[in-house]
């Protein structure tokens, strides 16, 4: 029988059960292998392809549920066996509509957290990556992360209620509640009827809120704003930097991933007379922020700030025609020395001089991922973005 009736479910019902319930399985089962695997250059092809599956089951997981929900609208639920026990009876309730709101919380939230972060673990298929209304941003990804992490740990504890509940009818009970979802047994008396179902879905509603808000609030990561330039450390007789940036752009799994170092400083000579000078920068590669690889970005792989916290770079100033200028040099960044040359427009009005400018670095140079040999993975270009604002010195 394809349909369900008041005492038994259907082959549909079952099998949307058990597929979904085995799909779920693997996608924990692989999420978990993903997040205690370290991201290093001998596992990023693993990582890529495991996170892939993980999230391509997700969104089948999904589509499978909003086909399960319109299928279990149009059929009948099979009524309790054991109504009397009311207490039992609403548990049992209230798991099911748990298990109904895991099967849309957790694959949403991990397509949020997909669609906010960038450059890693496509999901297969051919209708495109990103939720509508969903902007490139780690604090979307984390929040939605957080999420995702906090839904599993309910969907777990749910599943292992359920399951136990199953298993308390089959062995102690053994009366015919899982044999009704094995073999689609009839069992139960319609007459007796059971609870109202809106009650144990609103105690399911509650708990998701309790369980969602609270992590939401207590575990998702604060954001505060920091500046970029510290003009209190630069030298008095030089040029005083107000305000800047200094931002990097890598290509992660062929999409561009942006990050910016909050904290740096600058100490700049120049005459705008002869349109010469020289500049020494000092960046804190700890204060590097990269989307969601910004703590494999700080690893012993890449910048290894443990070792290496800052990077340096001197050179000499030289105006080339109008507000263009170069500067030739040298950047020390994790321990290498490399000669680094870059053009940038620079321009004083009233004692106030606005730079912009940009180069592209290669991370090799630098002996950076050398794991990844390819650019399959982690491109080896490194486009590099500079402005800032300064007044003259008194």
Known sequence: MLVNSSTRYGAVARLFHWSIALLVFVDIVLGL????TPRTGETADFLQLLYSTHKTIGVLVLGLAVLRVLWAISQPRPVPLHPERRVETFAAETAHWMLYAAIFVMPLSGWVM?????GFA???????????FVPKSEGVAETAA???????????????????????HAIIDRDE??????????AGTPAKGGLAHGVAAFAALVIWAVSIGGAVVVFAPAHTEETGAQPEVVQSEGWIVQDGSVSITVVQIGAPVDGVFANWQAAIEYDPESGAGQVTAVIETTSLALG???????????????????????????????????????LTLV???????????????????????????????????????DESSVGFGVDVSIALTATAPE
């Open 292 to 330: 969601s690889v910004t703590d494999q970005a700080k690893g012993p792989e890449f910048f290894d700030v443990e070792t290496f916290s800052q990077a340096t770079y001197q050179g000499e100033i030289a105006r080339i025609d109008g507000v263009r200028h170069n500067a030739v040099g040298a």
């Open 335 to 373: 321990g290498q020395t490399v000669p680094v040359s870059f053009d940038f427009d620079l321009g004083v009005t009233d004692g106030v001089a606005v730079m912009s400018g940009a180069t592209t670095l290669d991370r090799r140079d630098f002996g950076m991922g050398a794991a990844y040999s």
């Open 122 to 132: 496509p999901i297969w298929w051919p209708f495109g990556q990103n939720l509508p």
């Open 177 to 186: 509640t899982l044999a009704r979802m094995v073999r689609g047994t009839a």
């Open 114 to 118: 997909h669609s906010a972060e960038v």
């Open 146 to 168: 957080t999420v995702h992490w906090i839904a599993g740990i309910v969907l777990v504890a749910t599943v292992a209620a359920h399951i136990g509940g199953a298993l308390k």
């Open 33 to 36: 292998v993903g997040k205690f």
